[in-house]
Nanobody, 120 residues
Framework: QVQLVESGGALVQAGDSLRLSCAAS????????MDWYRQAPGKERELVTD????TYADSVKGRFTAYRVNAKNTLYLQMNNLKPEDTAVYYC?????????????????WGQGTQVTVSA
């Protein structure tokens, strides 16, 4: 089993920066893939970034950067120049095998999410 815990969400103003963290624990040696998703109010969950392929949602390109520190079993999402449309619950997802881009139903584990709210 793998547990994922996101943190770092907050209420910020447009233009601010935040860094989200996703700490993995348990059988982390089995994890092959970790990515970020988000779900805005009234919308479907969407891919923010697929790290292995370097894919970012068009809406966050040039502003968000994801990276993984294996020694800490932690995935990060650095978010700069935040916009109100970035308001969402941000989730990290982990797969025991590499998950093809945007195949969210193939992940094995999900965190509980962390709320990011960006005011205008």
């Amino acid at each position: 089993q793998v547990q994922l815990v996101e943190s770092g969400g907050a209420l910020v103003q447009a233009g601010d920066s935040l860094r989200l963290s996703c700490a993995a624990s348990g059988d982390t040696i089995c994890v092959s893939d970790m990515d970020w998703y988000r779900q805005a109010p009234g919308k479907e969950r969407e891919l923010v970034t697929d790290i292995r392929s370097g894919t970012y949602a068009d809406s966050v390109k040039g502003r968000f950067t994801a990276y993984r520190v294996n020694a800490k079993n932690t995935l990060y999402l650095q978010m700069n120049n935040l916009k109100p449309e970035d308001t969402a619950v941000y989730y990290c997802a982990a797969g025991l095998v590499v998950v093809p881009v945007n195949r969210e139903f193939e992940y094995d584990y999900w965190g509980q999410g962390t709320q990011v709210t960006v005011s205008a």
